[in-house]
Structures are given as structure tokens and as C-alpha cells.
């Protein structure tokens, strides 16, 4: 079965870390940009942070860059969102997505609602205090 799988959510109090996972099955993410969204209740998904499949060239939003940092681990099939200095407003569901036909990252990340090839379903993270 092709998919993505997210993973890493949970419960952090604010300042805390976390690290998603989002995972391939049955295809490699070599040549697949790498998007993440998300979204918090009553708002419209947002772009976090995107990777290209190529060379690695990476974007984040203004809101969590200096503290979110995407990396991939091809060999591992699997790319990384470290998320660091968690504040209440990272409270949402986060979402990764794969294509092969990007422009750019920025591209990417600017179209939360685009028809990419794979979407995984989500992981909760919840920052409270």
C-alpha cells in the first residue's frame, strides 16, 4: 500500500520539543519534495515547512522558523520536522504531503490545499500549559 505516515505527535507543555516523522510506504521519498502542514481548529491549513526531494533546499514560515528544522533521512525513507521552543499557537494537526512535481519549496508550502500525490492522515500536537 502506497502512503505516508506521520507520527511524533503528542502532549508538550510550552518550550518543549517534539519530532514528527513522516514515513513512506511502498515507494521511496528520494525524488519527492516533502511538505508539512497544518491546521488548528477553526483555521484554514497553513504551510510549515517544505524539503525538496533533489537537493535538499528547505522553507519555512515566518512563525516557526529559527525553531522548526525539516531534514531527511533517504536511507530511512523518512523526513523529520524538529520542533523546538513550543508555544500554544503550534497547537494543530500536522500533515505531511509528497510530489515529484514541484517548482520550489516556497511553492509548495504556499499551497497547503494542493493535489499532491500522497497526503498522510495526520498527527496531533498539543501544546498546554
Known amino acids: 500500500q502506497l502512503q505516508l505516515v506521520e507520527s511524533g505527535g503528542g502532549l508538550v507543555q510550552p518550550g518543549g520539543s517534539l519530532r514528527l516523522s513522516c514515513a513512506a510506504s511502498?515507494?521511496?521519498?528520494?525524488?519527492?519534495?516533502i511538505g508539512w502542514f497544518r491546521q488548528a481548529p477553526g483555521k484554514e491549513r497553513e504551510g510549515v515547512s517544505c524539503?525538496?526531494?533533489?537537493?535538499?533546499?528547505?522553507y519555512y514560515a515566518d512563525s516557526v522558523k529559527g525553531r522548526f528544522t525539516i531534514s531527511r533521512d533517504n536511507a530511512k525513507n523518512t523526513v523529520y520536522l524538529q520542533m523546538n521552543r513550543l508555544g500554544p499557537e503550534d497547537t494543530a494537526v500536522y500533515y505531511c504531503?509528497?510530489?515529484?512535481?514541484?517548482?520550489?519549496?516556497?511553492?509548495?508550502?504556499?499551497?497547503?490545499?494542493?493535489?499532491?500525490?500522497?497526503w498522510g492522515q495526520g498527527t496531533q500536537v498539543t501544546v498546554y500549559s
Open positions: 511502498g515507494f521511496t521519498l528520494d525524488y519527492y519534495a
Open positions: 524539503i525538496s526531494g533533489s537537493d535538499a533546499n528547505t
Open positions: 504531503a509528497a510530489d515529484r512535481d514541484i517548482t520550489t519549496v516556497q511553492s509548495m508550502c504556499s499551497r497547503p490545499g494542493g493535489f499532491y500525490d500522497y
